[in-house]
Protein backbone atom coordinates (compact mmCIF):
# COMPACT_ATOMS: atom_id res chain seq x y z
CA UNK A 1 0.00 0.00 0.00
CA UNK A 2 2.51 2.37 0.57
CA UNK A 3 4.14 1.74 -2.55
CA UNK A 4 0.87 2.68 -4.25
CA UNK A 5 0.44 5.47 -1.70
CA UNK A 6 3.87 6.70 -2.48
CA UNK A 7 3.39 6.22 -7.01
CA UNK A 8 -0.06 8.15 -6.87
CA UNK A 9 1.39 11.39 -4.65
CA UNK A 10 4.55 11.85 -6.75
CA UNK A 11 2.19 11.33 -10.19
CA UNK A 12 -0.24 14.43 -8.51
CA UNK A 13 2.62 16.51 -7.36
CA UNK A 14 4.62 16.37 -10.68
CA UNK A 15 1.15 17.09 -12.65
CA UNK A 16 -0.27 19.32 -9.78
CA UNK A 17 3.15 20.79 -10.07
CA UNK A 18 3.78 20.52 -6.04
CA UNK A 19 6.54 19.09 -3.88
CA UNK A 20 4.65 15.71 -3.32
CA UNK A 21 5.71 16.02 0.91
CA UNK A 22 2.79 18.78 0.60
CA UNK A 23 0.44 16.23 -0.39
CA UNK A 24 -1.46 13.21 1.28
CA UNK A 25 -4.19 10.80 1.07
CA UNK A 26 -6.72 14.31 2.13
CA UNK A 27 -5.11 16.51 -0.61
CA UNK A 28 -8.01 16.56 -3.35
CA UNK A 29 -9.42 19.58 -5.78
CA UNK A 30 -11.24 21.55 -2.63
CA UNK A 31 -7.59 22.43 -1.23
CA UNK A 32 -5.44 22.07 -4.27
CA UNK A 33 -5.51 25.24 -5.63
CA UNK A 34 -3.47 24.00 -9.06
CA UNK A 35 -5.98 20.97 -9.28
CA UNK A 36 -8.36 22.35 -12.22
CA UNK A 37 -10.18 20.64 -15.23
CA UNK A 38 -7.36 20.20 -17.29
CA UNK A 39 -4.70 18.88 -15.07
CA UNK A 40 -7.55 16.55 -13.50
CA UNK A 41 -7.44 15.30 -17.15
CA UNK A 42 -3.79 15.45 -17.44
CA UNK A 43 -3.66 13.63 -14.06
CA UNK A 44 -5.95 10.69 -15.17
CA UNK A 45 -3.91 10.07 -18.23
CA UNK A 46 -0.77 10.46 -16.66
CA UNK A 47 -1.95 7.86 -13.70
CA UNK A 48 -3.23 5.19 -16.58
CA UNK A 49 -0.18 4.98 -18.37
CA UNK A 50 1.52 4.55 -14.78
CA UNK A 51 -0.23 1.94 -14.17
CA UNK A 52 -1.44 0.37 -17.46
CA UNK A 53 -5.44 0.99 -17.31
CA UNK A 54 -7.75 2.97 -18.92
CA UNK A 55 -10.25 4.90 -16.37
CA UNK A 56 -14.58 5.03 -17.01
CA UNK A 57 -15.69 8.05 -17.09
CA UNK A 58 -17.26 7.55 -13.61
CA UNK A 59 -14.18 6.69 -12.17
CA UNK A 60 -12.69 10.24 -13.71
CA UNK A 61 -15.45 11.81 -12.61
CA UNK A 62 -15.29 10.82 -9.08
CA UNK A 63 -11.07 11.06 -8.64
CA UNK A 64 -11.15 14.29 -7.29
CA UNK A 65 -9.10 13.02 -4.34
CA UNK A 66 -5.83 11.10 -3.55
CA UNK A 67 -7.86 9.12 -1.63
CA UNK A 68 -10.32 8.60 -4.15
CA UNK A 69 -7.85 7.84 -6.67
CA UNK A 70 -5.97 4.96 -4.04
CA UNK A 71 -9.45 3.36 -3.47
CA UNK A 72 -10.10 3.20 -7.38
CA UNK A 73 -6.51 1.86 -7.74
CA UNK A 74 -7.39 -0.96 -5.21
CA UNK A 75 -10.43 -1.51 -6.66
CA UNK A 76 -8.83 -2.55 -10.02
CA UNK A 77 -6.29 -4.87 -8.99
Given amino acids: MDDLRARVVKIVGRVMDLPA ?3 DEKSSMDDVE ?17 FG ?20 LKSRR
Avoid: G, K, Q, Y
Fill in 53 to 72: LSFTDEEIVEMLSVEIILET
Fill in 21 to 23: ELL
Fill in 34 to 50: SWDSLRHMNLVMALEEE
